[in-house]
């Protein structure tokens, strides 16, 4: 009888919190470009007789993604010394939160691919320090025959949270929605700018099998997957090697591996550390962490429209699609944009592919976020004001556009320096642009008058010129009607 498995996942998700300074210290977290080792005092090196001191906006910041996962968030929690040994954290012990998390519980619901419902229970979400960074020089272009590594602590002490999900996983696309939903999510909130590329968050996932003969595999760990694709690739590897093994009558032994990117498997790094591993105990210089009844429910009032909630009504208030919600509710400010331009009177569905498309260009364009976008919602919506009554084609209506971003102008003011004039263009002045194309393009109206087009490519390509030079702001049938005139 063949055998069967049941793939086991669970995710521990670490977050940077946005903060501007360090978990337990006053120092800078703008650590990305910063000189090595240029952020950095006495508390986040752990010099001995220095004191920390918790970063109140962390702990807030902590209990927002609590309440959004429908998490309690602990009004008496603690710190704890993680120790092991962490070459880039030099005081060699991690601030951590161990039996007293400031979140506990939770449930994250969602689609997967195909529609089904998804849910995944938060066991905790809990602060912790991060740690440093370690620079291995090469030799050659290699690792190997590196003599000595170098230490950059500008990292260690940003504040993470790091949320741990049950293992209620069951496939690697399923880890991967997940995760994307946990980045949207501290993104919509402000939390993180959750960039994986850059560290600020980072997964490691916990995978098992269990086999129909009921053997249970052992729990691997599996470390050093630094975006979506590497996440969902390692796991279905792993899910592969396991499976195998477990096949041919082997065991899965509890360690923890590294996902090698350009190899496309995981490699062995260490047996797997239990909890008693890292001696936790109370750290002596932090007090326990009080966050009082009424603090919690002042965060709970000043709690936004989640993602998920920002995407149902974009559906069903603005009848967006499933798509443009989706993308647009990546983004509080996104969302809040499109609701400015519609409370100016801006068509919903066409001030959301407006959105969609020029605003999030130029944002990407300009590496900006929507708060810096130089357009006010009302500004836009005077635009499409004009597209809906015919005023302005959407051709004119782009370029006006790119100049009030580029100059920061007003409506009129852009008008004039992209050349648009408000209004159709028609009568005497369209009938001297009809006879400017045809007398340009001499062959194609011979071609037409001739019959020599009957395809019609020739009129269509001079009714596209007429087109061009009125910046669209002509009627396509009236076009039409007057080249056929003018050629018969």
């Not at 592969?240 to 790094?269: F, N, P, Y």
């Amino acid at each position: 009888m063949a055998l069967s498995f049941q793939t086991v996942i669970g995710l521990e998700i670490h977050v940077q919190l946005a903060t501007k300074s360090k978990l337990f210290c006053s120092c800078s977290t703008d650590y990305i470009g910063a000189r090595p080792n240029s952020n950095v005092c006495p508390v986040c090196l752990g010099m001995p007789g220095s004191l920390p001191v918790v970063n109140g906006r962390a702990v807030e910041l902590a209990a927002m993604v609590g309440l959004a996962l429908g998490s309690k968030v602990q009004q008496a929690t603690r710190f704890h010394r993680k120790n092991y040994f962490y070459a880039d954290l030099s005081k060699g012990y991690q601030i951590s939160q161990f039996d007293l998390p400031i979140c506990a519980g939770g449930l994250l619901v969602f689609d997967d691919d195909e529609g089904k419902e998804v849910r995944v229970a938060i066991t905790r979400a809990h602060l912790e320090e991060d740690a440093g960074k370690l620079v291995h020089p090469s030799v050659d272009g290699r690792l190997a025959g590196a003599l000595h590594s170098l230490v950059d602590y500008n990292r260690g002490g940003v504040p993470l949270l790091e949320i741990v999900s049950e293992p209620d996983i069951t496939c690697p696309p399923h880890a991967r929605r997940y995760t994307e939903e946990i980045r949207r999510l501290v993104r919509y909130l402000g939390v993180s700018d959750g960039d994986m590329e850059s560290g600020s968050l980072r997964v490691d996932a916990n995978i098992s099998q269990k086999v129909s003969d009921g053997r249970w595999g052992s729990r691997v760990e599996i470390k050093n997957m630094n975006s979506l694709r590497s996440l969902e690739r390692a796991l279905e590897y792993e899910v592969k090697r396991q499976r195998k093994v477990l096949a041919e009558g082997g065991e899965i032994h509890q360690e923890t591996r590294h996902w090698d990117d350009g190899e496309g498997k995981t490699r062995s790094m260490r047996s797997k550390e239990e909890a008693h591993d890292y001696r936790y105990f109370p750290d002596p210089d932090l007090p326990p962490l009080i966050v009082t009844a009424d603090r919690i429910e002042a965060l709970r009032s000043l709690m936004p429209e989640l993602p998920w909630q920002a995407e149902r009504r974009l559906v069903d208030a603005y009848g967006l699609g499933a798509d443009d919600a989706k993308v647009l509710a990546e983004s509080a400010a996104a969302v809040a944009y499109l609701d400015g331009c519609v409370q100016a009177g801006a068509e919903a569905k066409r001030a959301a592919n407006w959105v969609r498309t020029e605003v999030l260009r130029v944002l990407n364009e300009r590496k900006i976020s929507i708060e810096a976008f130089p357009l006010k919602p009302e500004s836009l919506a005077s635009i499409l004001a004009l597209v809906d009554r015919g005023k302005l084609s959407t051709t004119a209506a782009k370029d006006v556009f790119d100049v009030m971003v580029r100059d920061g102008s007003g409506l009129d003011t852009a008008m004039a320096a992209a050349g648009v004039v408000s209004g159709r263009v028609e009568g005497s002045r369209l009938e001297e642009i009809v006879e400017k194309v045809l007398a340009e393009n001499a062959d194609a109206a011979e071609a037409v008058r001739s019959g020599k087009d009957p395809k019609d490519k020739k009129i269509k390509f001079l009714q596209g010129l007429v087109m061009r030079e009125t910046r669209g702001q002509a009627d396509v049938a009236q076009v039409a009607s007057l080249i056929a005139r003018k050629l018969s």
